[in-house]
C-alpha cells in the first residue's frame, strides 16, 4: 500500500467522533486494516515520522501504536529497512471473534475465508487499493458530471427495454454485442474519430479494462513486453499485469510516448498507449511520433492498444486523427469507453478490432467474460440514435471547458510561475506541475483534509524518476464551485511551496475567507 493511501484512509477514519485516544484509533484501526487485508502482509507501513505528519499528530502518539501491533505481532521490524505487515498474523491461528470491532477503513471490506492464500499474482494485484470511496469528491480525476446527462430520455429509454423486453434481449446475445449498438457506435467513430471501421469489427465489453485485459490474453503470452506509458493508467497496467506480461515502463514528454534509445531496441509483443491525451500528463502525441511507432510496430510486429478514453471532450483546436486512422498495417486495436460520456457506472465500453480478428475476438469475449446488459446496450443504442448522445456531448464540452478554463484562471492567478499547469486541451483533468523536490503526497493528504481529492502525480509512475504534481479532476465539481475550492487548493500548494512568503499568508486569508 501507498503512503498516502494509508494516510489519507486514517485522516477519513480519525475525523469521526471517537472517545478513545488517538493512539489506540491509530492502533485499531491499523490492526483492521491488517486483519481485513487491506494491507496485506509483507506491507512496509509509512514511517512514524511521515505518518505522524499526514495526520497531524504527535510521533509518540505514531510509535506508541506501532509498538503494541508489534508487541501482538502483526507488524514486525526489519532493522534499517522500517516496519512491515507480518508475513505470519496471530489471527490466522485464533478464532475471528477476538477481531477488533472498528469498522474498516474500506466501505465494503473483503470477507474473505481464512487461512487465506493467494497467489502470488494475486498478492501483487491487491496489494494496491482502488480507494474508489475517494473517487466521487470534488477535483478527484476521473468521474464524469452525470448530473447534466438527459434522464428524462435515458430513463425513458431503459425502461422501455427493462419493462418490455425482447426476448432476444434476455439472453446473452450476439457475441460481440448488441448489434444496433455496434452499427450506432462504428458510426459515430468514423465521423468523430476518423476510425477506419464497420460495424463487424466493433465489440461491446463492461470496460475499458476489460478490452485490455481481453487483448492481453488473446494477443500475448506470459512473459511477453508490453510497452506501457510512465506516468500512465493504472487500470491498464492492472489488466496487463494481471495477464503476466512484462510491463516496460516508457517515458513521457510533450510529444506523448518518448522511448529512449535502448527502448527502441527492444521488440515489445504489445505497445499500451493514450495519444490524444496522454493519461495523466495530457500530451497529445505528435504526427511524427505516431509514424515513427506504427513504423515500428510494423517492423517488430507488435500489436497497439489506442485508448482513447475521453478525447470526445477538446475545447481548442481540432483533433488530430486516432492512431488507428492512421494504421495501414491493421496492428492497432482502438479503445474507448461510455463511462466518461455517459456516467462512470454505466460499465460499457467498445474495442474496434482488425478485421481478421474479429471472429476469434468474438469467440474470446463470449467464452471469457459471458457478456450480456443487453437492455442496457438497446437503451444506449437508441439513446444515440435518438440524438440524446450528441446533445449531451455537446453541452458537457462547454460546461467542462468553462469549467477547465475557471480552474486554470484561478491556479495561475494565485500561483503563477511556482507552478507549470499541463496544456492538454481535451479531457476532464488537469496536472498542476510541481518543483522538484515537492512532496506531492503530502500536498495531496492536505487537500484530502480539506475534502479535495487530487492525486500526486508521482504515484502514476511505475519506475525511475518521479516527477512531482497533482492530478486534478474538474469535471465534477459545479461550476459555481470551481473557483473556491481551486483557491483552497492553491493556498495549500502555497503553503507548501513557501510557508514564510506574504503571498502565501495573503492567499490562505483569501481563502479561509470563501
Ligand atoms: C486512460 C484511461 N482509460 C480508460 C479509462 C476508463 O476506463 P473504464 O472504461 O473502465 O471506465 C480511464 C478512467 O479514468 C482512463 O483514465
Given at each position: 500500500m501507498r503512503a498516502l493511501a494509508l494516510s489519507e484512509l486514517l485522516l477519513i477514519e480519525l475525523a469521526k467522533p471517537s472517545e478513545l485516544s488517538l493512539n489506540r484509533r491509530i492502533y485499531d484501526l491499523v490492526r483492521a486494516a491488517i486483519q481485513d487485508d487491506?494491507?496485506?502482509?509483507?506491507t512496509r507501513l509509512p514511517s512514524s515520522r511521515d505518518l505522524a505528519r499526514d495526520l497531524n499528530v504527535s510521533r509518540n502518539t505514531v510509535v506508541s501504536a506501532i509498538d503494541q501491533l508489534l508487541a501482538e505481532g502483526y507488524v514486525a521490524a526489519r532493522v534499517g529497512s522500517g516496519t512491515y505487515v507480518a508475513t505470519?498474523?496471530?489471527?490466522?491461528?485464533?478464532?475471528?471473534?477476538?477481531?477488533?470491532?472498528v469498522t474498516v477503513l474500506?466501505?465494503?471490506p473483503p470477507q474473505l475465508a481464512i487461512p487465506r492464500r493467494l497467489s502470488r499474482r494475486g498478492l501483487r494485484l491487491t496489494?494496491?487499493?482502488?480507494?474508489?470511496?475517494?473517487?466521487?469528491?470534488?477535483?478527484?480525476?476521473?468521474?464524469?458530471?452525470?448530473?447534466?446527462?438527459q434522464f428524462r430520455h435515458w430513463n425513458r429509454l431503459l425502461k422501455k427495454y427493462v419493462n418490455?423486453?425482447?426476448?432476444?434481449?434476455?439472453?446473452?446475445?450476439?457475441p460481440g454485442g448488441y448489434p444496433p449498438l455496434r452499427e450506432a457506435v462504428a458510426r459515430y467513430l468514423r465521423v468523430s474519430r476518423s476510425v477506419n471501421v464497420v460495424a463487424e469489427q466493433v465489440l461491446i465489453t463492461s470496460s475499458t479494462q476489460q478490452s485490455v485485459d481481453l487483448c492481453a490474453r488473446l494477443l500475448a503470452d506470459p512473459g511477453d513486453t508490453v510497452w506501457i506509458e510512465n506516468p500512465g493508467y493504472w487500470g491498464a497496467q492492472r489488466a496487463l499485469d494481471a495477464a503476466d506480461l512484462q510491463l516496460r515502463a516508457i517515458a513521457v514528454d510533450s510529444d506523448g510516448i518518448a522511448p529512449s534509445e535502448e527502448d527502441w531496441n527492444t521488440s515489445p509483443r504489445m505497445i499500451y498507449l493514450?495519444?490524444?491525451?496522454?493519461?495523466?500528463?495530457?500530451a497529445v502525441m505528435s504526427l511524427d511520433r505516431r509514424r515513427r511507432i506504427l513504423d515500428f510496430a510494423a517492423e517488430r510486429n507488435a500489436w497497439i492498444l489506442e485508448?482513447?478514453?475521453?478525447?470526445?471532450?477538446?475545447?481548442e483546436g481540432r483533433p488530430l486523427p486516432s492512431l488507428q486512422g492512421m494504421d495501414?498495417?491493421?496492428?492497432v486495436l482502438y479503445l474507448g469507453t461510455f463511462s466518461k460520456v455517459m456516467y462512470q457506472g454505466v460499465r460499457l465500453a467498445y474495442l474496434v478490432v482488425p478485421i481478421d480478428l474479429v471472429e476469434r475476438f468474438r469467440i474470446g469475449l463470449y467464452d471469457l467474460f459471458r457478456p450480456g446488459q443487453l437492455t442496457m446496450q438497446a437503451a444506449l443504442a437508441a439513446f444515440i440514435d435518438e440524438g440524446h448522445f450528441e446533445v449531451n456531448l455537446r453541452r458537457m464540452r462547454v460546461i467542462y471547458g468553462e469549467r477547465r478554463a475557471l480552474l486554470r484562471a484561478t491556479l495561475s492567478r494565485i500561483l503563477g510561475s511556482r507552478v507549470e499547469l499541463s496544456?492538454?486541451?481535451?479531457?476532464?483533468t488537469l496536472v498542476i506541475h510541481l518543483p522538484e523536490g515537492c512532496d506531492d503526497g503530502a500536498i495531496a493528504t492536505l487537500a484530502a483534509r480539506a475534502n479535495l481529492t487530487v492525486r500526486a502525480?508521482?504515484?502514476?509512475?511505475?519506475?525511475g524518476a518521479r516527477s512531482p504534481g497533482l492530478v486534478v479532476g474538474f469535471?465534477?465539481?459545479s461550476t459555481p464551485d470551481i473557483t473556491p475550492y481551486a483557491q483552497i487548493l492553491a493556498r495549500i500548494i502555497l503553503e507548501q511551496l513557501e510557508p514564510e512568503s506574504p503571498s502565501a499568508r495573503a492567499a490562505a486569508g483569501l481563502a479561509t475567507t470563501i
Open positions: 487491506v494491507l496485506v502482509p509483507g505470519r498474523l496471530p489471527e490466522r491461528d485464533v478464532a475471528r471473534s477476538t477481531r477488533s470491532a474500506r466501505p465494503n496489494e494496491l487499493a482502488g480507494w474508489n470511496h475517494l473517487e466521487v469528491q470534488p477535483f478527484a480525476p476521473g468521474p464524469a458530471d452525470y448530473t447534466t446527462l418490455d423486453p425482447d426476448p432476444a434481449l434476455l439472453d446473452c446475445g450476439d493514450t495519444p490524444s491525451n496522454q493519461y495523466p500528463t495530457g485508448d482513447d478514453y475521453d478525447s470526445e471532450f477538446r475545447y495501414m498495417q491493421q496492428q496544456r492538454s486541451n481535451a479531457g476532464m502525480l508521482s504515484n502514476y509512475y511505475l519506475t469535471a465534477y465539481v
